[in-house]
Structure formats: structure tokens, C-alpha cells
């Protein structure tokens, strides 16, 4: 049996992994450019203009709207819904905290659904399971970089007759039976946050085909002024979730680098998800036919029940092997619903709103939320970190690392 690193024997990964600078002389062309220009707001400037124009054009949408961060482009996409205060909100039980401040800032109550266990994508089953005559809205989050499966929850938008929105902030370019992540629903967000494929230190974008759509969201997101017709009557309530010309600068250059970054992360992400598939108790996440995944991050499982180890104990091998990870999904060790904000319903001070509100008809605790897969998936899921400068040799290592760790415990049993 060859001896694990934290126990002394040698480690597998001993070279550095591969780095890059993100940024570089494109980011500096651009910003000098505001800079000269001598303006940076967006309305007056031209930068977040062209950034919007070159991400609708992409996606082959007609609209663009950029924002200051993903939490704000969710915020706005469901403020273009125009839901009645109280409607409730499907998503996931398992995704950034971003994906659910917005609807409860729009009085909108979070309804977590559970997930499948081998995409670890909201499931479809679960989500219908939850749908009452108070359902507004399904948010789709795009777990990790893998689309989730948009056919059946567009087909239950049609049934139910509710809205459908894809939250993209991982899933650049991500690909579903050909098309791209972000087209398949009338209105669709995107993340630029530091840990995103593509960064701006903070920004986030809707894309829409719909003209309504995109004039409610540029009014939603800039307090309701009608920056195109210069009329300031806000006609309903609305934040300023402006995108600087700074910001849309730094945008507009990493969007020509996101195909290379994309490229890469598929390239290196399948190779492992291959070498994984042949290893005994380890399962990489499921990437079905006609899906393209874009690598976010890496998933895969330990069977800690036939491998005898915890998912924390086969972590810290990992790790002293030279592989960092964490034994943890994104969200912190426990799914969204056990935050203290649902668990102590206390979204605002010494209130219970928007979760019981008798005005709007609410009650809801989440004291009970029944999400079993979701709840397995924290105590067997390992986490790596996918990066568009690793290399191939990375790759192998990585593999080696978890097949060394996997093998000694299945051997030890
Ligand atoms: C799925 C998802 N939605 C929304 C957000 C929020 O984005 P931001 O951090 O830009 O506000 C994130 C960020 O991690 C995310 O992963």
C-alpha cells in the first residue's frame, strides 16, 4: 500500500501549479481610454455601452444590461417580473447567498428546492414538488458551471405558467443541446465578481430579447430615471445598481479573453472528470449528453460509506498530496435554508417580513425543509479549484493525488 503524504509517505504533487495574471496591457488600454475620456459614468460614457452591446452580441441577444454585481442583476431580473409582493421564488438549496438577497429585498419569499445527485443541479422533480398557487418564479442557477436541465423546467414554466429566469454567474458560455447558457429564458443573469470565469472586481449583466424587459431593467437598476428620454419621475421603487465606466472598462477587456478561458477550463476540467470516471468510490459530477460544462470549480464525490472516510478525512489527504480543495459545496458547510436570515426569519430588524407578513398573506418557516440530496451532498462532495492556467500536467497530478488517496482507503477498509 503506498503511503498517503499525511502519513509520512511521499507527495504526489510537488511542482507548482500553473499561473497567470488575469489582468494585463488590454485592461490598462481600456481604462487609460476612460481615464482620457475624463468620465466615469456610465450614461455619459461609452465603455458599459459597448461592453452591453458586445455581450448581447455573444449570446445573440438583443439586450444587454449591466449592473454592479450578480446579486444586483438578479435583483433587477426579478423586479422585471413585476411579481406581487409575497409570490414565492423556486431555486436551488444549494448556490450563492446573491442568488436569493433579491428577492427577498422584492418582498418575495425563497422557496428551496432540492437537487439531483449527480449533477448537483436543482431538481426538476423537487421544483414541482414545491409549486403552489403563490409560485411566481423559478430561478434556475447554473451550479458550478453546468447547465441545468432547461428543458424540463421550461417545460414547467409552460405548465404552471410561471416565469422562468437562468442565474448564469457561473456559467459563462456554458452550452445546453447547443445553445448558450443565458438564451433560453426571457431574461437571464450574469456575475463579474473577483471569483467569476471573467472579472471587473464586482458587475453583473441581464440579457433579454425583450425591449420591456431591458427598458424596465436600465430604470430598475439606475433609480427609476429615464436616462434615455431625461424624464425623473420614478414611477416605483428602484436601487442604483449603476456599472461604472471603470467597471465596464475592465469588462470589456476580459470579455475578448472569456472563449480562451472557457476553452481551457473544458479542456482540463473533462480530462479530469474522464481520469475520475475510472477511479473505484469516486464519482465526478454527471455532465450530460449535449451539455458543456464550463468548470466554475470541480466537483466530484467520495463514496465515504465503501471507502470507509470522511469526506473531511479524504480532504486533508488530499491536500498534504499537494491538491488544495474543501470538503464543502460553495455555500459554507450547510445549504442556503439553514442560514441564520431563513432559519430566524430576521431578512430586516425585529420583524419577521417578508416570511410572515399578514398583508401578504406569508408564512412560511424553514424549520422543515426536506432536501436529503442536497444535505448528502455536504458530507461527500470535494471541492478543487479549476483554473484556466493549470496545466495538462496539473491535470494528471490531480488525478494521481485522488486516485493515490482513494486507493489507500479502499485498500486500508
Ligand atoms: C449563482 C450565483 N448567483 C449570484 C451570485 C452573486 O454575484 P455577485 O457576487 O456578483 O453579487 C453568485 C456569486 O457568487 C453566484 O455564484
Not at 449592473?67 to 413585476?82: F, K, M, N, P, Y
Not at 424624464?231 to 476580459?254: D, H, R
Not at 465515504?304 to 499537494?322: D, H, N, P, R, Y
Amino acid at each position: 500500500m503506498t503511503q498517503l503524504a499525511i502519513n509520512g509517505g511521499p507527495k504526489t504533487k510537488t511542482r507548482p501549479f500553473g499561473t497567470g495574471k488575469r489582468f494585463g496591457q488590454e485592461e490598462k488600454d481600456q481604462l487609460m481610454e476612460v481615464i482620457d475620456n475624463d468620465m466615469l459614468f456610465y450614461c455619459m460614457g461609452n465603455k458599459v455601452y459597448e461592453f452591453q452591446d458586445e455581450f448581447a452580441k455573444m449570446h445573440d441577444m438583443k439586450h444587454c444590461v449591466a449592473c454592479s454585481s450578480g446579486t444586483a442583476a438578479v435583483h433587477i431580473a426579478l423586479g422585471t417580473l413585476q411579481l406581487k409582493p409575497g409570490s414565492e421564488v423556486i431555486t436551488s438549496s444549494i448556490t450563492d447567498m446573491g442568488s436569493l438577497t433579491g428577492i427577498l429585498y422584492q418582498n418575495l419569499i425563497p422557496v428551496f428546492a432540492d437537487i439531483e445527485a449527480d449533477t448537483y443541479n436543482m431538481d426538476p422533480k423537487s421544483v414541482e414538488e414545491c409549486i403552489t398557487e403563490k409560485t411566481g418564479a423559478i430561478l434556475v442557477v447554473h451550479h458550478t458551471g453546468l447547465v441545468a436541465d432547461m428543458d424540463a423546467f421550461l417545460a414547467l414554466g409552460e405548465k404552471y405558467n410561471l416565469h422562468i429566469v437562468e442565474d448564469v454567474a457561473q456559467a459563462y458560455l456554458g452550452e445546453y443541446k447547443g445553445k448558450l447558457a443565458g438564451t433560453m429564458t426571457p431574461i437571464s443573469t450574469f456575475s463579474l465578481n473577483h471569483f467569476k470565469h471573467i472579472t471587473c472586481g464586482s458587475g453583473g449583466m441581464i440579457l433579454t430579447n425583450d425591449e420591456d424587459k431591458r427598458k424596465f431593467a436600465s430604470l430598475f437598476s439606475d433609480k427609476c430615471y429615464d436616462r434615455e428620454t431625461g424624464i425623473k419621475n420614478p414611477y416605483f421603487l428602484a436601487p442604483n445598481y449603476q456599472m461604472t465606466e471603470l467597471q465596464g472598462a475592465v469588462a470589456l477587456a476580459q470579455l475578448k479573453k472569456l472563449p480562451w478561458i472557457i476553452k481551457q477550463r473544458r479542456k482540463l476540467g473533462d480530462k479530469l472528470t474522464e481520469h475520475l470516471k475510472t477511479i473505484e468510490g469516486i464519482t465526478p459530477q454527471l455532465i450530460p449528453e449535449g451539455t458543456k460544462h464550463t468548470y466554475f470549480f470541480f466537483v466530484f464525490r467520495v463514496d465515504t460509506e465503501k471507502l470507509s472516510v470522511t469526506s473531511a478525512e479524504f480532504s486533508a489527504a488530499l491536500k498534504e498530496e499537494g491538491i488544495p480543495n474543501v470538503a464543502n459545496m460553495i455555500t459554507g458547510g450547510m445549504p442556503e435554508y439553514a442560514y441564520d436570515v431563513f432559519k430566524n426569519r430576521s431578512a430586516f430588524p425585529d420583524s419577521q417580513h417578508p416570511f410572515v407578513n399578514s398583508e401578504l398573506g406569508t408564512n412560511i418557516s424553514y424549520d422543515n425543509v426536506n432536501c436529503p440530496v442536497a444535505e448528502k451532498a455536504f458530507t461527500q462532495v470535494i471541492n478543487l479549484e479549476m483554473n484556466e492556467f493549470f496545466t495538462e500536467q496539473d491535470i494528471e497530478e490531480m488525478g494521481q493525488a485522488i486516485e493515490k488517496v482513494a486507493r489507500y482507503y479502499m485498500e486500508k477498509r
